[in-house]
């Protein structure tokens, strides 16, 4: 009798194991219905949880959205404390949004508008690691000239060389190599300087600060020439 049993159990397991696959669960669900009861009760609190983050990020993005509206609006006007009281909170407060990484870089401008050079890299130094690429290379490249205003010229170049390396366009990738090479030149450094404009005349000779890039060349060594010479 036990023989029987055991022989018509593993008949069964066998026949689930080939059954199609929604038989098997169909199977499965009936011989084990507290389980079940259980994983269902967690895969539904799985959904609820996914469908609420999702519409409270899409709410706080329309709110941080609606009031990087309003502190542009402040900077328009020229109401930089205002502005710059808006665009804090905004970072502070959304900072899982894109608005808030928008609100940064213009923290930043509004920063340096007002001649606060070190405040806007802090921002800056703050925020940019953390952002997506393209605000990254913005706020690399505003952070370079933070830096270039607070008479920093060295840590302005390597800045405005890291902005060239996150930039995605070519035209602003060049922008930042030709930043870098003023920056570098400022810094005493004629070696990173040339390097700098010569990758702009060798891979990015279309773009509109390649003949300027060609003048400085010609500038650096022609002065390295004449020092060599004395």
């Known amino acids: 009798m036990a023989t029987s049993v055991t022989t018509a159990r593993g008949a069964a397991v066998t026949e689930l194991k080939h059954a199609p696959p929604l038989a098997w669960l169909i199977q499965w669900v009936k011989g084990h219905k507290q389980a079940a009861a259980t994983i269902g009760v967690f895969v539904g609190l799985g959904v609820i949880l996914v469908v609420w983050n999702l519409l409270s990020s899409r709410t706080a993005e329309r709110t941080a959205g609606a009031r990087l509206e309003q502190a542009r609006l402040a900077v328009d006007s020229k109401n930089y404390p205002l502005a710059a009281s808006e665009l804090s909170q905004?970072?502070?407060?959304?900072?899982?949004?894109?608005?808030?990484?928008?609100?940064?870089?213009?923290?930043?401008?509004?920063?340096?508008l007002q001649g606060q050079s070190q405040q806007a890299i802090e921002v800056l130094k703050k925020a940019a690691p953390g952002m997506a690429r393209p605000f990254r290379a913005h706020a690399l490249g505003l952070l370079g000239a933070a830096y270039e205003n607070?008479?920093?010229?060295?840590?302005?170049?390597?800045?405005y060389q890291q902005a060239a390396d996150a930039a995605e366009f070519p035209f602003l990738r060049a922008q930042f190599l030709s930043d870098a090479g003023r920056t570098w030149v400022a810094a005493g450094d004629t070696a990173k300087a040339l390097d700098a404009y010569r990758t702009i005349t060798t891979k990015l000779d279309s773009t509109s600060v390649a003949a300027e890039a060609k003048v400085r060349i010609g500038e650096l060594t022609r002065g390295a020439a004449a020092a060599a010479v004395k």
């Open 90 to 112: 905004i970072i502070e407060n959304y900072a899982s949004t894109r608005a808030a990484q928008q609100a940064a870089l213009e923290l930043a401008h509004v920063r340096l």
């Open 150 to 159: 607070a008479a920093h010229p060295k840590e302005a170049a390597e800045t």
